[in-house]
């Protein structure tokens, strides 16, 4: 949710009325409980224009939307069991209503990354990456980086090689969180480990941290380190980078390397990355991306791989922020 839409949706809860704000609350992630329940501390000074124009959209919205797929899950789970009993319905709906069995991970997200690394910390590393890859990526970050180096490391190094678990290996998890998987004891639960969750975690690190469990990975396996890196910026990535970093990009960056590369990027990145030019090199970058035709989706990326050696240099030099990292930059 955008910034805008959070303060929208503060705006919208705080004028319908304490049940009604409740009740909206309920269906709500805990992440955006508390960005929202932040936002609406901040609210001050609303004119009635303000106020009017937020129904306004809401009401546009609302009328698009109809009541088919609300509480889909219930309605599956009970159709299921109904025709195929118990025994056959479990494995089938442990396959297509993701998340329906993870109450103790559940809580796990409305408490701080303090906490959570106080309840889990000692626990074994393969538990407590078993646990850490159901949450978000910021979240997981501020649990690592509460724990020691040690255990730290080993954690992200089980999450990169996480690809399923048996139900029977999560037993040891009742020790620190209610019952994690139900239904059918016997089907393979399938999580999001691997590469790209490990590189989603780390790239919410503080560099220092961030390069310490790098090597310790790569002492253990340099293919996945890398795997690891290449994984945790990607070229879409760069709309995260402020306009100041675009524009010192943009002056290390060959014309024609950049137009190769932008065929395969979003148009919000390449909105981005023309707002951070003159309105001329725009206007030309813009009809020379028209004037090139399709290119093979190798060149493309084997540009936009060129490019991004070139960011991470720069961030390692200390000239860009990348990521979630904007607050160590230019310092």
Same mark, same amino acid.
């Given at each position: 949710?955008?910034?805008a ?18 009740e ?9 409980v ?5 936002a ?21 919205l ?6 088919i ?9 009970n ?8 025994d ?50 910021d ?5 690592l ?20 678990v048996q139900?029977? %290996?999560?037993? *040891? @998890?009742?020790?620190v969180l209610? +019952?994690?998987?139900?239904?059918? !004891? $016997?089907?393979?639960? &399938? ?15 503080g ?12 002492g253990y ?19 995260d ?11 290390e ?9 932008l065929?395969? %990027?979003?148009? *919000? @990145?390449?909105e981005?990355?023309? +707002?951070?030019?003159s309105?001329? !090199? $725009?206007?030309?970058? &813009? ?8 290119v ?6 084997a ?5 991004l ?10 000239q ?12």
């Open positions: 949710m955008s910034d839409g959070v303060n929208k949706s503060a705006i919208l809860l705080m004028t319908i009325g304490e049940n009604e704000a409740a909206v609350l309920k269906h709500l992630e805990p992440k955006e508390q960005k929202i329940s932040a609406m501390v901040a609210l001050k000074g609303l004119t009635r224009s303000e106020i009017s124009g937020v129904f306004e959209e809401f009401h546009q609302a009328s698009r939307k109809t009541t797929g609300m509480n889909s899950s219930d309605y599956i789970r159709m299921l069991t109904r025709a195929l009993g118990d056959k319905a479990a494995g089938l709906i442990d396959r297509i209503l993701h998340g329906g069995d993870t109450s103790g991970i559940e809580s796990l997200k409305w408490m701080d990354a303090a906490s959570i690394a106080e309840l889990i910390g000692g626990e074994h590393a393969q538990i407590i990456a078993t646990i850490l890859v159901h949450l978000e990526p979240l997981c970050a501020e649990v980086e509460s724990l020691t180096e040690r255990t730290r490391n080993d954690v992200i190094l089980r999450i990169a090689t996480l690809d399923g139900p029977v %290996a999560l037993k *040891e @998890l009742n020790d209610t +019952k994690l998987l139900t239904g059918n !004891a $016997a089907a393979k639960k &399938r999580i999001k480990g691997g590469s790209r969750a490990a590189a989603a975690i780390l790239n919410f690190m560099g220092a941290l961030e390069g310490s469990v790098i090597e310790a990975v790569r396996d340099p293919d996945l380190a890398q795997k690891i890196i290449d994984e945790m910026f990607v070229f879409d990535n760069l709309i980078i402020d306009d100041r970093g675009i524009q010192l990009i943009l002056r960056i060959q014309s024609e390397s950049l137009i190769v590369a065929k395969g %990027a979003s148009p *919000e @990145l390449r981005k990355i023309f +707002k951070n030019m309105q001329r !090199a $725009a206007e030309m970058m &813009r009809e020379d991306l028209d004037a090139k035709g399709p093979r989706l190798s060149e493309v990326e540009e936009q791989k060129e490019i050696k070139i960011v991470r240099r720069m961030a390692d030099e200390g860009i922020a990348m990521g979630g990292k904007a607050d160590e930059a230019y310092v």
